[in-house]
């Protein structure tokens, strides 16, 4: 079982519409949990941290944990076509420990 | 968030030649990492930089043929050794430290191709 896992799409959205990303993990003692967007030929970037259960949203971004659950999802509302990018996961015990990545989720949004 | 440089951003490589990529940080960060990410997958961790000793490698990646240095806080090496068409990847310099919490951020990259 992979430790982070993430459906690879592409998932095709409308424009306007909410995109629905999600990962789920296998350590349970995972504490922090990421959501990056890499465009192609381009590097990962940060768009949202997320350590506690429930939602955090920051502008048309929402992440939503449910650590019993073990799973993370990010919604993007009112999806433009400069969305269209991977998006990626990634999950850390906490701490100074290693981030471990999923295999990211391509999205595109259609005009 | 840290500012992460790397050089070279991108360079073409003969087989059997080693190349270095160099990071650079604009603040002191205690964890550095290296990347690597092949065509169409996701990242993978190489190593972890640990300052002043010798890195932490992965499952995969020995020192012998991904060299890595950091010298002090702020700046770290990896060297691709007797390089092949299957070392043909983005490499990625990665931080984590007290400006930027516990979040990880990236250089740019540096795309190497091996001919």
């Known amino acids: 079982q992979k430790e982070v896992e993430q459906n690879s799409g592409p998932l095709s959205v409308p424009e306007g519409a909410i995109a629905s990303l999600n990962c789920t993990y296998s350590?349970?003692?995972?504490?922090?949990f990421f959501w990056y967007r890499q465009y192609s030929g381009k590097s990962p970037e940060l768009i949202m941290f997320i350590y506690s259960n429930g939602d955090k949203e920051d502008g048309r971004f929402t992440a939503q944990l449910n650590k019993a659950s073990q799973y993370v999802s990010l919604l993007i509302r009112d999806s433009q076509p400069s969305d269209s990018a991977t998006y990626l996961c990634a999950v850390t015990p906490g701490g100074y420990q290693k981030v471990t990545f999923g295999t990211g989720t391509k999205l595109q949004v259609i005009p | 968030s840290a500012v992460i440089s790397q050089k070279p951003s991108r360079d073409i490589c003969q087989r059997g030649t080693s190349l270095t990529i160099q990071c650079q940080v604009d603040s002191q960060v205690t964890m550095m990492f290296w990347y690597r990410q092949q065509p169409g997958q996701s990242l993978t961790l190489i190593a972890t930089a640990n300052q002043g000793s010798e890195a932490t490698y992965e499952s995969g990646f020995v020192i012998d043929k991904f060299p890595i240095s950091r010298p002090n806080l702020t700046f770290s090496t990896l060297t691709v050794s007797n390089m092949s068409p299957e070392d043909s990847s983005i490499y990625l310099c990665s931080a984590r430290g007290t400006r930027s919490g516990n979040t990880i951020y990236f250089g740019e990259g540096s795309w190497l191709t091996v001919v």
């Open positions: 350590d349970r003692g995972s504490q922090s």
